[in-house]
């Protein structure tokens, strides 16, 4: 849950790197899938610090009888600024918690997100039929690839990952890192391949069609 704040404050403050209402939009188009969680990172304090330095230029350049307004606002863009930058913080924080939390327990990181996923998608007493399910495709493996195979490089014709997309390239749909991030895998599985199977709509029926061929 704290991945994907992250990623939306990220998505904030970009689209405020520009004055410009075009750049800014084609920022907030590409951002999420184009940037790595580190480059983002790297990048929140100092996109959000340049539309903050945008603004107080233009109050500068403004013509002296507005004089009152420009004093009202930049202490506002500074106080603002400074939240920002707190929040920047704590959101660094929470990812550095997260990769520790990965790295310990990979397993139980992953089911941690696709409980909260499901959530998200109504499907909240649904996980144990997905639990289920990725248990016997891939055994919470994130890069496991059909046939026994672990290979976090791997971009052939065979099942890969958590659900065991085939070709696993189909789960790049919903984020560039699909061969290691078990939250874009489960994105994939959970928002698109489920309710659009036409053999299943929901975890649990889903989880039935399994039982009686062993595939899904």
């Not at 750049?23 to 999420?32: H, L």
Request: proline share 5%; glycine share 6%.
């Amino acid at each position: 849950m704290l991945g994907a704040t992250c990623a939306i404050v990220a998505l904030f403050l970009i689209a405020g790197f520009s004055c410009s209402p075009r750049a800014t939009a084609s920022v907030e188009r590409g951002a999420y899938n184009n940037q790595t969680a580190a480059q983002l990172r790297h990048q929140l304090v100092t996109a959000r610090t340049a539309a903050l330095s945008c603004q107080e230029e233009r109050l500068r350049k403004r013509r002296p009888h507005d004089h009152a307004e420009h004093s009202r606002s930049l202490p506002y863009l500074k106080a603002t600024r400074d939240a920002w930058r707190s929040r920047l913080s704590a959101c660094r924080k929470a990812l550095a918690k997260d990769e520790r939390r990965w790295k310990r327990d990979p397993v139980g990181y992953a089911k941690q997100i696709a409980r909260y996923l499901l959530a998200r998608k109504g499907w909240g007493s649904q996980f144990w039929a997905l639990d289920y399910i990725i248990t016997q495709e891939s055994g919470w493996e994130v890069c496991k690839v059909n046939g026994g195979a672990v290979d976090c490089a791997y971009d052939g014709p065979r099942a890969y990952g958590l659900p065991q997309a085939l070709p696993g390239r189909k789960m790049g749909s919903y984020g560039a890192d699909w061969r290691t991030n078990p939250r874009t895998q489960l994105r994939w599985l959970i928002f698109s391949y489920i309710p659009s199977s036409g053999n299943f709509h929901d975890p649990v029926s889903a989880y039935r069609f399994w039982i009686a061929n062993h595939w899904y």
